[in-house]
């Protein structure tokens, strides 16, 4: 009986891989394992690297890119939920102060930025006003 | 005949904006579909990590990771996820109130309330409704990224962290069906892990390096998940309302002409009686 084992890879915005495999390599934080079938139930944190799994089917290799994820291994399944970017907590950190400037400079721009909204009433109101002026001097020439 | 070409300006021009009323109603109804399909796909990430979620926090009991504990809220954040443009009928309206009423029922509670806007819808409603606004992001596009996202997401989770806010909320539009779009409130930090549906499974898994950087970095991308999660359903709703718009836009459009040529035919009737009423009577003077 050939052993093998249920393989999927999802990321956030999409899944990328699902298949059955014989062996699956992965870059864990502590170095790269190897998990075969009937492997104890396992979690791990996964490095920027690549996760090479035999295919069941041909017996081929396929590589997958990931930018570091996690890694779950279930009695028959193995997941590995893959991050879409490559991540690091200094990254985040500026993204976040990004985030948050923009929102300074919202508040600040007030005047500044071109409001639509704003623009267009005050439009509709200069129109009308002009549209009364107008109207005022027509009735009074004519008179 | 001045009044029948005036009319006919009109019908051309109410042709002209039901040209581009339908174009866009296709536009949309395509982009919807892409929509769809892109939403189907982000879920099987989200539904497989609050299993992991489920599963570690249920078997660490010794181990409570702060985004599991719940506290008094003194101090709310909310997510707010809009369209960055218009024309897609009371879809923002629709969530904006629901927002404002979610604000109104945590102010009635004594919480102050921090915001983290998505589109730039929000960030215009709330520039005139005023709010505290801590985070914002906006011009995703119709492909939204995750990556534009993690910015926004983790200023509001290292304020939780910081013990700045103490609740975090996300308020979203939920897309039932082409039709239907309905504002929903659901309740991000602190998380409630999934019920286990089978507990007799009591394993543990083995942690590398160690259970609480494991649930650390699975809590955030399953947060981070959620909203782009969110995100992308909201472009399925945004084209799905807009393409409801337009079509009744169009649909209007189509009275509209309807009824102008009514018009038109009876000016230019009445022009052409004229014309030979004047004929007539001409000849017969003469």
Avoid at chain 1, 40 to 62: A, F, N, T
Avoid at chain 2, 133 to 139: D, L, M, Q, S, T
Avoid at chain 2, 145 to 158: E, H, N, Q, V
Avoid at chain 2, 187 to 204: F, G, Y
Wanted: charged fraction near 25%; charge should be negative.
């Amino acid at each position: 009986m050939s052993m093998t084992f249920h393989v999927d890879i999802v990321s956030a915005e999409e899944s990328i891989f699902s298949g059955t495999a014989h062996m699956l390599v992965a870059p864990a934080e502590h170095g790269e394992v190897g998990i075969l079938p009937r492997h104890s139930q396992y979690v791990s944190l996964l490095k920027p690297g690549e996760v090479r799994i035999r295919l069941s089917d041909s017996g081929e290799e396929q590589n997958i890119y990931i930018s570091g994820g996690v890694l779950e291994v279930q009695p028959h399944v193995v997941t590995v939920l893959a991050d879409t970017a490559i991540r690091a907590k200094d990254l985040d950190e500026a993204e976040a102060l990004e985030a948050k400037r923009r929102a300074e400079d919202a508040l600040a721009n007030q005047r500044a930025d071109f409001d639509y909204a704003r623009a267009q009433s005050e439009l509709a109101e200069a129109a009308a006003r002009l549209r009364m002026i107008q109207k005022l001097r027509r009735s009074s020439s004519q008179q | 005949m001045a009044g029948a070409k005036e009319i006919r300006g009109q019908i051309k021009s109410i042709k002209n904006t039901q040209k581009i009323t339908k174009a866009m109603e296709m536009v949309a109804a395509s982009k919807m579909r892409k929509a769809q399909d892109r939403m189907l796909e982000t879920r099987p990430y989200a539904e497989k990590i609050r299993q992991v979620i489920g599963h570690v926090a249920m078997a660490n009991a010794e181990y409570r990771h702060p985004y599991l504990i719940e506290r008094e809220a003194h101090r709310v954040g909310i997510i707010v996820i809009s369209t960055d443009r218009g024309l897609c009928g009371g879809l923002n309206v629709n969530l904006f109130k629901k927002t404002a009423q979610t604000m109104k029922e945590w102010q009635a509670q004594g919480a102050e309330i921090d915001l983290c806007l998505v589109g730039s819808k929000a960030q215009q409603f709330f520039r005139r409704m005023g709010g505290n606004v801590v985070a914002n992001v906006a011009n995703l596009g119709d492909k939204p990224r995750l990556s534009d996202l993690i910015g926004p997401i983790k200023a509001m989770l290292s304020a939780y962290d910081e013990g700045r806010i103490d609740r975090l909320i996300l308020v979203e539009n939920e897309f039932v069906n082409t039709m239907t779009q309905r504002p929903r409130v659901t309740k991000l930090l602190p998380v409630e892990p999934a019920e286990e549906p089978s507990l007799e499974h009591h394993w543990d898994y083995i942690y590398e390096p160690d259970t609480a950087p494991v649930l650390d970095t699975l809590l955030t991308r399953y947060i981070e998940s959620v909203v782009y999660q969110a995100v992308v359903e909201n472009v399925a709703c945004e084209m799905a309302a807009r393409m409801v718009a337009m079509k009744s836009a169009s649909d209007n459009a189509g009275d509209l002409i309807d009824e102008l040529q009514l018009v038109y035919n009876k000016a230019r009737q009445a022009a052409i009686t004229q014309e030979i009423s004047e004929i007539v009577s001409g000849a017969a003077a003469v």
